[in-house]
């Protein structure tokens, strides 16, 4: 088995973004995406609140997510997106647990040891 310490740093870096990427597409229920990591899509109450047109809207747009840059993705695992809907700034984060859920991934890189949470969530409620 590979671990991270085994991986160039650069490589690590492509692997994590391509399972973040995977595992966002997924969050529709996208067949395609069917080996996708595990992992929990939730949402603050900011966001419950906006109504449920909002928060389809808003899943999709996570979804689709392409526009990482420096200031929102500053290592490149895309991690973490802002969206604007109707004049409302959304976030979404991307966080990298061990299976239990419990403490940081030890192996970020490796899907068998890393479960994530991608929180959809208000500027305000960070």
């Known amino acids: 088995m590979t671990t991270t310490l ?7 870096v492509a692997i994590v973004a391509a399972q973040n990427d995977a595992f966002r597409r997924s969050i529709l229920g ?13 949402m603050t109450r900011g966001v419950a609140a906006l ?3 909002a928060r389809l809207e808003l899943t999709r ?3 689709a997510f392409g526009a990482f840059n420096a200031d929102s993705d500053p290592y490149g695992w895309h991690e973490m997106g802002v969206i604007e ?5 959304v976030w979404f984060k991307l966080d990298l647990y061990d299976v239990d ?24 409620e960070y």
Request: proline share 13%.
């Open 6 to 12: 085994d991986l160039d740093p650069v490589q690590e």
């Open 30 to 42: 996208n067949t395609s995406v069917a080996d996708a990591p595990q992992g929990q899509f939730v």
């Open 51 to 53: 109504g449920p047109d």
């Open 61 to 63: 747009r996570v979804a």
């Open 85 to 89: 809907l109707d004049g409302t700034t």
């Open 101 to 124: 859920y419990q403490y940081g991934s030890p192996e970020p890189s490796d899907p068998t040891q890393t479960r994530r949470v991608l929180t959809l969530l208000l500027p305000s």
